[in-house]
């Protein structure tokens, strides 16, 4: 069984989204996901100051099985990208809400509103059982 975390918000397309400041969201995808998709071998991801649009691809993620799109639960400026998956992508597979985060995207709203705003876990649990 999957772990969904309380306090996260969630996409219908399996991406978690945290509030990691006041204009700040943290984005990964849903150990859901990592598990539909096997052994993740890349993470293509945009470079900070990339614009991003909420609902829209931002990236690629690359398993053994397929490529699949990654979409921003949010809008704003890439502020961070995770360096660490360029040299260890699994880490999505071990630590999908941990280690294996994939960027913070900057803002102009209240990231604590735009997270709330997404599918809470009960919801999330909902859509994927």
Not at 14 to 38: K, N, S
Not at 67 to 82: H, R, T, W
Request: glycine share 10%; no cysteine.
């Amino acid at each position: 069984m999957s772990e969904i975390r309380q306090g996260l918000g969630y996409t219908e397309e399996h991406e978690w989204a945290l509030a990691a400041g006041e204009h700040a969201v943290r984005i990964g995808i849903t150990d859901h996901a990592q598990h539909q998709l096997g052994d993740i071998v890349f993470v293509e991801l945009p470079r900070p100051g990339d614009r991003v649009e909420a609902g829209q691809p931002l990236g690629t993620i690359e398993s053994v099985k397929t490529v699949s799109d990654l979409y921003a639960p949010v809008g704003g400026i890439v502020a961070k990208v995770n360096e660490a998956l360029a040299d260890s992508p699994e880490l999505v597979n071990s630590e999908p809400y941990d280690g294996g985060w994939m960027l913070e995207i900057e803002t102009d709203a209240d990231a604590s509103e735009l997270v709330t705003a997404l599918l809470d876990a009960a919801a999330y649990s909902e859509r994927i059982d």
